[in-house]
């Protein structure tokens, strides 16, 4: 328990404007993926899904990410620094996952529970990354929920779109933990 709590308490998110640019080799993207994979799903769904970037394919994503928000955002709302932003987000890092929810046809199982699911397969990815001292942020910032992004990665309909998972390494001091509420006050205890 002692190694899977340090883990977990020393997990940061680390922006990557702050990675160094260092590549990961691709076996260590494919065993991060692995441990995603073993996250709970009701059902036995998987629901699951990564589309991942890296090189020429991550800047070209960027790219095409900046685009989305350019083509979508009110001109009154747009920001060229938000613009620029989002194409040189990933400069430093070394790989992008993007992860979204594949629905079932059938839909039996209920919407929250697969997004659940996802959700803990994208929290084996970080503590993965934390174990192999990778830095990560979970991002869902940009376009990342608007349906123009789940039409440029091909998804369907009732998919949805979880979150750009940046992966790279960084030479900066993880800040120090800190929770805001104390978990007596988020606990209720009934005997």
């Known amino acids: 328990m002692s190694t899977l709590e340090k883990i977990i308490r020393e997990r940061r998110s680390v922006k990557p404007s702050l990675m160094n640019g260092k590549k990961i080799i691709p076996s260590i993207i494919q065993q ?9 799903t009701h059902g036995r769904t998987e629901p699951w899904r990564f589309i991942v970037f890296s090189g020429n394919g991550l800047a070209q994503f960027s790219q095409q990410h900046a685009d989305l928000y350019k083509n979508h955002t009110p001109e009154e709302s747009f920001t060229n620094a938000k613009y620029q932003n ?15 929810m594949k629905r079932q046809a059938s839909q039996k199982i209920p919407l929250i529970e697969e997004i659940a699911a996802t959700a803990a397969a994208i929290e084996h990815i970080l503590l993965g990354a934390q174990e192999q001292g990778i830095a990560a942020l979970w991002s869902t910032g940009g376009m990342t929920y608007h349906n123009s992004m789940k039409q440029l990665l091909g998804l369907e309909e009732h998919d949805q779109m979880m979150g750009l998972i940046y992966l790279g390494y960084s030479d900066e001091p993880s800040p120090p933990a800190k929770r805001n509420i104390a978990l007596s006050e988020k606990t209720v205890w009934k005997d």
């Open 32 to 40: 991060l993926l692995a441990l995603a994979d073993w996250a709970p």
């Open 86 to 100: 989002i194409i040189h987000n990933a400069e430093k890092a070394s790989h992008l996952i993007a992860v979204y």
